[in-house]
Each structure stands twice: as structure tokens, then as C-alpha cells.
């Protein structure tokens, strides 16, 4: 390892375009090319690194900073960052950086792949042709769900949120969405091109025909979608989640999909991941499942890997890094 050069823990395999941001710039060692390093590897790898470049699969929080003083950024190739303790990092002086825009329109096409998915029973129909099921045309064979004129829930209206309610306008929808705080800049832009109406929460679980989950995971957002809430969905609703598997409550949703309180759910996302093969979920043939896919397009985790290469790099050269989660850290 060069002397001249910063060190950057990579935690995973990251695509190629990434590391080649970082060639020449900056000593990086990837700690797994295979699998997912456990906490204490990463505690013991970070030790003499200037950034950490993590996965959602690690969590990086105080214990693991202290232990790498010499750390100045982390840089998560991901939107969401709830896997970094960000008021440790805030605390200890660590910018924190993320990889937004670059996966919301991905992100956004993988929710309507579920959506539909989970409407037209995709998945249930090619099980049943595979199986050899298919003996003839039904009247009444695997009947779904019209996506067209229906009323699509947005619940979080921010990029990926936003963009989701950009291609209800294909399908003649009705879009409402709820959004904790008011709509800014492009997003209310984009509810006012689509027509959406904001609504509360009860309200949008009530009246949805489709309810998509576009929230990052907080205190306030885990469980979002638990007994209370799936209590006021129509029997014939469709829930499908992107964001965070925490934001939606497992039992809860067993319950409403397994009793027809609920008639479909997608989930892309889970509370532990992965979700393991006889977890109660995966029972139930009205419940479609990916292994969090949402952002899995050649360019755009090309895309990621670049950006948060470039957000290393660019805090370590002491400049604001265009992605920094943390303001308060920066003293300019
Ligand atoms: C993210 O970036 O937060 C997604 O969950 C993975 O792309």
C-alpha cells in the first residue's frame, strides 16, 4: 500500500465503474469479495482507513468509528443510510454521504413491476403454468386487480415516491399521497403535473386501491404499516413496499393478506434480510417477493458505486462532498 495515498475501506464488491474512480487516487482494499462481512470484521478492518465505503448490509455506528479515528467520511453506496448511525458519525466529526437521484427512476420501475405483479398474479400464474395446472381457459382462473382508473396511495412523496406517481398517469390513475412535511421543489412540481392530492394517513390507506411505501426507515416510519393501519384497507387493496422491510410490521401483514383483510402485497424489502424460506410470509400465494432489487440495473449500481466513490474522494480532498447527509460536520 502506497504511504502518499488515502486508504478507503471498501466493505464489499462494489462494480467496477466504482473502483476505477478510485485508481490512483486512493489505496482501497476490499474487505469481502463474497458475502457480507460481520460486525467485528469490519471493527477490526477499519482500523488506519481514511473513509469507509459500506453497504446497507453493514452497520457502521460509534463503536466501529472509535476503533478508526483517522476516518473522515462514509460513504454508503445507497439512498437510504439508516445503517449508519449518523449522529455517532455527526459526533465524532464523520461526514456521511449517500447516493441519491442516481437509483430513483430504477427504483421507481421496480415498484410497478411489483405492483403489477402483485395485481395481475404474474407470479402465481407462471408457478401454475410451470406445475402443469393450466388445463384450459377459466372464466374465473386467477383473476386480478384493474390498475386502470383505480387510486393509487403514495405514502411519501419524495424522488422515488414522486416518480412512481409519474407513471400512474399511463394507467388513467387517481393519485393521493401522504408525506410527513410539505412538498418541495420538484416533487410538488411533479404532484401538481399528475394531479395527486394530498391526504392523511388513514385517509390513503381507506381509499387506495394501491398503496406503494416510499419512506426512509426512522423512529417515526418503523411499523408505519402495522394492525392499525392495515385495518382501514379496502379487502381489495394491494400494498407493495420498496423502501425499508421495518417500515411495514411482518405479523401484522401475515394477518391482513392471510384473513382477506388484504387482498395482495409485494414486498421487495424485509424486517431482517434476507427473509429466510419458512418465514410465515413466504406461505402466501397473494404475496409477491424480490431480494431487494428495487435499484438492480447495470447502470444504476454503476451509478452508485461511481457516486460514492466520487463522495469519498471528494471528502477526502477536503472538499464538501456532493452527497454529505450530515451538514453540521462541515466547517468548510
Ligand atoms: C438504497 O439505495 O437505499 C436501496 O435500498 C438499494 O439501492
Known amino acids: 500500500m502506497s504511504t502518499t495515498l488515502p486508504k478507503i475501506l471498501v466493505t464489499r464488491k462494489i462494480p467496477a465503474a466504482g473502483l476505477a474512480c478510485l485508481d490512483g487516487k486512493a489505496n482501497y482494499r476490499i474487505l469481502r469479495t463474497q458475502g457480507v462481512p460481520s460486525y467485528d470484521e469490519v471493527k477490526a478492518a477499519v482500523r488506519g482507513a481514511d473513509a469507509i465505503l459500506p453497504l446497507l448490509t453493514e452497520r457502521i455506528d460509534g ?9 473522515k467520511v462514509v460513504a454508503n453506496m445507497a439512498v437510504g443510510f ?26 421507481a420501475d421496480f415498484a410497478w413491476a411489483l405492483l403489477m405483479a402483485a395485481a395481475r398474479r404474474v407470479v402465481e400464474g407462471d408457478r401454475f403454468t410451470r406445475d402443469g395446472r393450466w388445463k384450459t381457459w377459466e372464466p374465473e382462473g386467477l383473476l386480478g386487480q384493474d390498475l386502470y382508473g383505480a ?29 410527513p412535511s410539505p412538498l418541495k421543489g420538484e416533487a410538488r412540481q411533479v404532484a401538481e403535473d399528475v394531479g395527486a392530492r394530498s391526504a392523511d394517513f388513514e385517509e390513503l390507506m381507506r381509499e387506495s386501491d394501491f398503496i406503494s411505501v416510499h419512506v426512509p426507515l426512522t423512529a417515526d416510519t418503523r411499523h408505519l404499516i402495522g394492525e392499525g393501519a392495515l385495518a382501514l384497507v379496502k379487502p381489495t387493496a394491494v400494498l407493495v413496499n420498496t423502501s425499508r422491510g421495518p417500515v411495514v410490521d411482518p405479523a401484522a401483514l401475515y394477518q391482513a393478506l392471510s384473513s382477506g383483510g388484504l387482498w395482495a402485497a409485494a414486498l421487495d424489502v424485509f424486517e431482517k434480510e434476507p427473509v429466510v424460506p419458512d418465514d410465515p410470509l413466504l406461505s402466501l400465494p397473494n404475496l409477491v417477493v424480490a ?15 461511481v457516486m460514492a466513490a466520487e463522495n469519498a474522494l471528494a471528502a477526502l480532498a477536503g472538499h464538501r462532498p456532493p452527497n454529505l447527509v450530515n451538514g453540521d460536520v462541515w466547517k468548510g
Open 82 to 107: 439508516d445503517n449508519v448511525d449518523v449522529a455517532a458519525a455527526t459526533a465524532r466529526g464523520v461526514m456521511v454521504t449517500n447516493t441519491p437521484g442516481v437509483l430513483t427512476e430504477t427504483t
Open 291 to 305: 431480494p431487494h432489487l428495487g435499484s438492480a440495473s447495470v447502470t444504476t449500481r454503476n451509478r452508485m458505486a
Open 63 to 71: 463503536d466501529i468509528l472509535d476503533n478508526a479515528p483517522t476516518v
Open 151 to 179: 387510486t393509487l396511495g403514495i405514502i411519501g412523496f419524495g424522488r422515488i415516491g414522486s416518480a412512481v406517481a409519474r407513471r400512474a398517469v399511463g394507467f388513467d390513475m387517481d393519485v393521493i399521497y401522504y408525506n
